[in-house]
Nanobody, 125 residues
Framework: VQLQASGGGLVQAGGSLSLSCASS????????VAWFRQTPEKEREFVAA????????NYADSVKGRFTITKNNDKNIVYLQMNSLKPEDTAVYYC???????????????????WGQGTLVTVSS
């Protein structure tokens, strides 16, 4: 499956952005999907994920209550709605997918086999 992340941009602190991760070639209904982010100072870190079947979700503590991940299997798109953005949310955001497995939320980078190219989110103070 090929992934295309989009929706990044420049936003002021307190603002919102919605990222999209589109799948080509395969239906997302068979894939668990996650968002990770990376800055030059940090390793790529888990942000949010949704399981492939039941749609269970989980979030990093740093974004809990502000970010929402959803999956539209008909459109083969996963969204990451980001509200109340903070300067520390500035990063390149990557979407990743894994084929089926257990119907749980996977948090580790090694659990995901397919990666998009990343989209830059910049939050100004």
């Amino acid at each position: 499956v090929q992934l295309q992340a989009s929706g990044g941009g420049l936003v002021q602190a307190g603002g919102s952005l919605s990222l999209s991760c589109a799948s080509s070639g395969r239906t997302f209904s068979d894939y668990g999907v996650a968002w990770f982010r990376q800055t030059p100072e940090k390793e790529r870190e888990f942000v949010a994920a949704i399981s492939w079947s039941s749609g269970r979700v989980n979030y990093a503590d740093s974004v809990k209550g502000r970010f929402t991940i959803t999956k539209n299997n008909d459109k083969n798109i996963v969204y990451l709605q980001m509200n109340s953005l903070k300067p520390e949310d500035t990063a390149v955001y990557y979407c990743a997918a894994r084929f089926r497995g257990l119907d749980v939320v996977y948090h580790e980078r090694s659990n995901y086999h397919y990666w998009g190219q990343g989209t830059l989110v910049t939050v100004s103070s």
